[in-house]
């Protein structure tokens, strides 16, 4: 057992290990295991299988046997909790996405703070890595085929530069999946999520009246959280590697979206729409960046008959169930 | 003040009597339309539209977002235009085969009139009746209202994935392989088929589809364009800025009358690589082109007026 004492383990008291037990059983780590979708993971996977989490947030209500690390996963701390934790499975939800937040941060945070822990992952052959990306790092364009397959070009960054970080933690993962085959690495690209995470796309469609591009209607997908949840519980499987695109239900018009949530639905013209929101983004009245428009303007959608194939993923939720689980969380 | 009072009396008449009666003849229109709809146009549309193979998702839309609820008054529209503005005479639209199919037409009339005028024969004319899949111009996507309009008469970007999907659905897949070129060429150049895309042959053979040549006549003339400005079209961001006198016209911004003639060819069959060599695949490409050419030359031929 860990002679070294690891800074958190004071604070991560109330973790049932004594340290006369036989040796634990191999946990999987989840990194930004305080967001919603991380403690969604958390209270499903600790049942059956040992949880660690690395986050810097605090962790309300956390079932008693998940060990929790308050720590920066940057940190060299990190690297001590795989010297001491037998690590079976690392999954990596900690990617940043605040627009407000300046590029450098992003950058260190995503780019140099994920590289390190693919270091670690590396360095203690763990033999499991899931990457939750996005199927944003596609990104909306008029001329995008209505299905992205996994091996279309990301060039979300082109219109869009603050999320060049996150296509980088993208090709990050899929260098060291080639670079590093002991380790089964797996990178899920959703489409939007929906559900209590506070994501973009939850959070649009939380707004008390939704502004819509005039004159654009354009084919989306949603995916409920618990669906990207099981399809992580998948991704842990052993013998599963790969790219996999995640969507949840078929496609439908994003103003079918608005017309199950029941609230009014309000166009407004292009030019308007992003002049106002750049007004509005300067002025901190909102939290959508002028170029997240393009995403109620132009299609982004997947092919998810890979994830359907080889994941065994059947989303569960039906479009409308999806959409009015944003509700299950108070705006804002 | 007496003006004051009078107008203060005239708009409280107007919100008694004046709103009402408005709603209850915007309300008259409305049924009027609706049981015109129901005796004329409409019950042939609803009953073609019954015997349509469609695909529809959650809400009745297909996954490109073809939505034939919301099409049908525009399929309509599309039908005034084919039977009685531009008279249209069809021929040999019995050619195209059931299941997966590749039209390949030439383009041409500066707004896409023509690949409306297809769909319409396609859905009026052929038995049984069936919506036809166009490939559009990226940039049609990004012009509102006309994104939605193309996208839910099942009009899909051109791009070879989408096409190779909805040919794998057993869909009649239309496509102009002259492109942007094709569509805004000059008067002068009228009937003269320019450059051929290679992508539909690929797709053709990879999926093993037959290619239906499809002639249109009759669009050539309804805009007479006298040049393409390049310099201006970089500029908007458009495929091409044609010069177009008669839009100064008043009245004339609608196009001309002209009498619409299409023929569909007999079904053509290819086979080989889809990944050979472009010189291989032109070869294949060249002889679809000359069928187009000739078919359109025979058409040109027959007809004895513009407009008759």
């Known amino acids: ?188 690209r959703p489409v939007h999520i929906v559900g209590t995470v506070k994501n973009a796309a939850s959070n649009y469609l939380r707004l008390p009246v939704i502004p819509t591009v005039m004159g654009f209607d354009p084919m989306v997908q949603v995916v409920h959280e618990d669906d990207v949840m099981r399809a992580l519980l998948l991704a842990l499987r052993p013998g599963v590697r790969g790219i996999f695109n995640l969507a949840g239900p078929p496609p439908a018009p994003l103003s079918r979206l608005v017309k199950a949530l029941g609230r009014p639905q309000l166009p407004v013209p292009h030019a308007l729409f992003q002049g106002a929101l750049k007004q509005m983004w300067n002025m901190h009245l909102t939290s959508f960046p002028a170029p997240e428009i393009d995403h109620i303007r132009y299609v982004c959608m997947v092919d998810d008959r890979r994830a359907r194939e080889v994941l065994g993923y059947a989303p569960l939720y039906s479009l409308e169930e999806s959409v009015r689980a944003v509700d299950e969380e108070r705006w804002p | ?60 839309v297909d996954p490109f977002g073809l939505d034939l609820e919301w099409g049908k008054y525009v399929l309509a529209a599309v039908a005034f235009l084919h039977r009685k503005y531009f008279r249209t005479e069809v021929h040999g639209v019995e050619h195209v085969p059931a299941g997966r199919v590749l039209l390949i037409a030439n383009h041409s009339g500066q707004v896409p009139i023509d690949a409306a005028m297809i769909g319409a024969s396609m859905f009026f004319d052929a038995e049984p009746p069936r ?100 310099a201006v079209a970089k500029k908007l961001g458009m495929p091409s800025f044609p010069v177009i006198p008669q839009l100064l016209v008043p009245g004339l911004q609608l196009p001309l009358p002209t009498k619409y003639r299409i023929y569909f060819g007999e079904p053509m069959r290819f086979y080989g690589d889809p990944d050979d060599d472009d010189a291989v695949i032109e070869e294949k490409v060249w002889v679809v082109k000359a069928t187009v050419q000739s078919m359109i030359n025979r058409g040109l031929k027959e007809r004895r007026g513009i407009f008759t």
């Open chain 1, 1 to 188: 057992m860990s002679d070294e004492p690891v800074a958190a383990e004071g604070r991560a008291a109330g973790s049932p290990r004594a340290p006369d037990a036989r040796p634990p059983e191999p946990a999987v780590v989840i990194t930004g295991i305080c967001g919603r979708l991380g403690r969604r993971l958390a209270r499903r996977l600790h049942r059956e299988r040992r949880v660690v989490g690395i986050d810097r947030r605090p962790f309300p209500d956390r079932p008693k046997d998940v060990v929790h690390y308050p720590v920066d996963f940057r940190r060299k701390k990190t690297r001590d909790i795989f010297r001491s934790e037998n690590t079976a499975a690392v999954v990596h939800l900690g990617v940043m996405h605040d627009p407000r937040v300046s590029a450098t941060v992003h950058h260190d945070w995503n780019v140099a703070g994920f590289q390190k822990l693919l270091d670690s992952v590396a360095a203690f052959r763990i033999p499991k890595l899931v990457v939750l990306s996005s199927a944003n790092v596609y990104g909306p364009r008029p001329d995008n085929p209505q299905f992205l397959p996994e091996d279309w070009p990301l060039l979300g960054g082109a219109s869009f530069s603050e999320i060049r970080d996150l296509i980088e933690v993208d090709m990050l993962a899929q260098s060291f999946f080639w670079k590093h085959p002991e380790t089964e690495t797996v990178i899920l």
């Open chain 2, 1 to 60: 003040m007496r003006t004051t009072q009078a107008l203060a009396r005239w708009s409280r008449d107007a919100a008694r009597d004046a709103l009402p009666l408005a709603q209850r003849i915007v309300a008259t229109a409305a049924q009027g339309a609706e049981a015109a709809w129901r005796t004329f146009i409409g019950q042939q549309i609803e009953a073609r539209l019954a015997r349509v193979p469609v695909h529809p998702g959650p809400g009745g």
């Open chain 2, 131 to 230: 919506i036809l899949r166009s490939m559009v111009e990226k940039w049609s996507q990004t012009l509102p209202f006309v994104s939605v309009l193309f996208t839910r008469m099942g009009q899909v970007v051109g791009v070879p994935e989408n096409a190779r999907r909805l040919l794998e659905f057993g869909e009649a897949v239309l496509v102009f392989p002259e492109g942007a070129k094709g569509i805004s060429k000059p008067f002068r150049q009228r009937y003269q088929l320019t450059e051929f895309g290679l992508g539909f042959m690929r797709l053709a053979l990879e999926t093993e589809t037959p290619i239906v040549p499809v002639a249109v006549i009759g669009a050539e003339e309804q805009y007479v364009n006298l040049a393409n400005v390049g």
